[in-house]
């Protein structure tokens, strides 16, 4: 063998060791598992807009991170199932998209011993009088996320009810017997704002679980509506309003008695609907991701505060409003953040 020949394969056999070295002393991955539980199905933006975060944060799906996704439909037996499948899955994370979500985790996680489980919440309204957390400083728990603040937007929607029509007296809700921690707060706090502005609230009560029997109920009662009885909509969360086949029927009420409705989200307003105004749900779930990820960096959830959301659209859509007589005022459209035309 020449000593050129040798040189070579010298060559070749140290490149090789050192190639070996280098890729085993380099450190591993982590794959981060993340439980994701939705509470209802109109909330999918969040979890995108989560995702979507997480990818520019270089966690890359299949790679280090990966999701487990759990819908409840407005279930709370559902609801429970999923936490607990994924406290025992031992997931690295949960990320509960909406305050029934959290409520499930928390009480799952302390059931089961598991509150080494971090839960990052979106969507949740009053975690500090709900008992999610301690305070917006720290949670003292397992817990941290964004919260929705329920109080001043309630107030704004009427605000922008009595700009479209000045003798706003009466707002009609659906009051559902089954409903949610979200339901019962603003439905609470709408009555207290809109006493203050001077206003009713007319309740048309609804008895069925969220299941086939409340969407005949919910259209028994809408062809029982008077022309007159209600001067506005005023579209609730909860499960039985909220649940696909009853959506229609929040539009419905406006339609047929040709009153202005305020929405909860922004695609309500795309199918027909006159205003909302609401957090963007991809916009919190992008928020909450940066949460996971000072977590997965090490943070403790007790150490990072709770946030509201960054702002609130209002959307309006003047092609519906005009083909129901309504007029919206101008000053109303040039605060708009979206407008339908």
Same mark, same amino acid.
């Given at each position: 063998?020449?000593?050129?020949? *040798?040189?070579?394969?010298?060559?070749?056999?140290?490149?090789?060791? #050192?190639?070996?070295?280098?890729?085993?002393?380099?450190?591993?991955?982590?794959?981060?598992?993340?439980?994701?539980?939705?509470?209802?199905?109109?909330?999918?933006?969040?979890?995108?807009?989560?995702?979507?975060?997480?990818?520019?944060?270089?966690?890359?799906?299949?790679?280090?991170?990966?999701?487990?996704?759990?819908?409840?439909?407005?279930?709370?037996?559902?609801?429970?199932?999923?936490?607990?499948?994924? #406290?025992?899955?031992?997931?690295?994370?949960?990320?509960?998209?909406?305050?029934?979500?959290?409520?499930?985790?928390?009480?799952?996680?302390?059931?089961?011993?598991?509150?080494? %489980?971090?839960?990052?919440?979106?969507?949740?309204?009053?975690?500090?009088?709900?008992?999610?957390?301690?305070?917006?400083?720290?949670?003292?728990?397992?817990?941290?996320?964004?919260?929705?603040?329920?109080?001043?937007?309630?107030?704004?929607?009427?605000?922008?009810?009595?700009?479209?029509?000045?003798?706003?007296?009466?707002?009609?809700?659906?009051?559902?017997?089954?409903?949610?921690?979200?339901?019962?707060?603003?439905?609470?706090?709408?009555?207290?704002?809109?006493?203050?502005?001077?206003?009713?609230?007319?309740?048309?009560?609804?008895?069925?679980?969220?299941?086939?029997?409340?969407?005949?109920?919910?259209?028994?009662? %809408?062809?029982?509506?008077?022309?007159?009885? %209600?001067?506005?909509?005023?579209?609730?969360?909860?499960?039985?309003?909220?649940?696909?086949?009853?959506?229609?029927?929040? *539009?419905?009420?406006?339609?047929?008695?040709?009153?202005?409705?305020?929405?909860?989200?922004?695609?309500?307003?795309?199918?027909?609907?006159? %205003?909302?105004?609401?957090?963007?749900?991809?916009?919190?779930?992008?928020?909450?991701?940066?949460?996971?990820?000072?977590?997965?960096?090490?943070?403790?959830?007790?150490? #990072?505060?709770?946030?509201?959301?960054?702002?609130?659209?209002?959307?309006?859509? *003047?092609?519906?409003?005009?083909?129901?007589? #309504?007029?919206?005022?101008?000053?109303?459209?040039?605060?708009?953040?979206?407008?339908?035309?």
């Amino acid at each position: 063998m020449s000593k050129q020949l *040798l040189g070579i394969l010298i060559l070749i056999v140290v490149g090789v060791a #050192i190639g070996a070295w280098y890729f085993s002393s380099r450190p591993t991955q982590k794959m981060h598992t993340v439980g994701v539980i939705e509470w209802l199905e109109v909330m999918a933006p969040t979890y995108k807009g989560f995702k979507d975060r997480m990818a520019t944060l270089d966690y890359e799906e299949g790679k280090n991170i990966s999701y487990t996704y759990r819908q409840a439909n407005g279930d709370f037996e559902t609801l429970d199932a999923a936490s607990k499948e994924l #406290i025992a899955s031992n997931v690295d994370l949960i990320f509960a998209t909406a305050l029934e979500a959290a409520i499930s985790a928390k009480k799952e996680t302390e059931a089961a011993g598991r509150t080494d %489980i971090p839960i990052v919440f979106a969507n949740t309204n009053n975690p500090d009088e709900l008992g999610l957390i301690a305070s917006f400083k720290s949670s003292d728990n397992n817990l941290t996320g964004i919260a929705t603040d329920f109080a001043n937007v309630t107030a704004k929607k009427l605000e922008f009810l009595r700009q479209i029509n000045p003798n706003i007296k009466k707002v009609g809700v659906f009051d559902a017997k089954i409903t949610d921690p979200a339901g019962q707060f603003m439905l609470a706090e709408l009555k207290k704002q809109a006493a203050l502005q001077g206003m009713e609230v007319i309740a048309f009560p609804l008895v069925s679980p969220p299941t086939e029997a409340s969407t005949a109920e919910m259209a028994k009662v %809408i062809a029982q509506m008077k022309p007159g009885s %209600i001067d506005a909509y005023f579209h609730l969360p909860g499960p039985l309003l909220n649940i696909p086949p009853n959506i229609p029927f929040n *539009l419905e009420v406006q339609n047929t008695l040709k009153v202005p409705g305020v929405y909860l989200v922004p695609q309500m307003v795309e199918a027909g609907g006159v %205003i909302s105004y609401q957090h963007d749900f991809a916009r919190v779930g992008a928020q909450a991701a940066s949460y996971a990820n000072k977590i997965f960096k090490g943070a403790k959830p007790a150490s #990072i505060p709770i946030q509201y959301q960054d702002k609130n659209d209002l959307v309006i859509n *003047l092609k519906v409003a005009k083909s129901l007589g #309504i007029t919206i005022p101008d000053s109303l459209v040039r605060i708009a953040d979206r407008v339908i035309q």
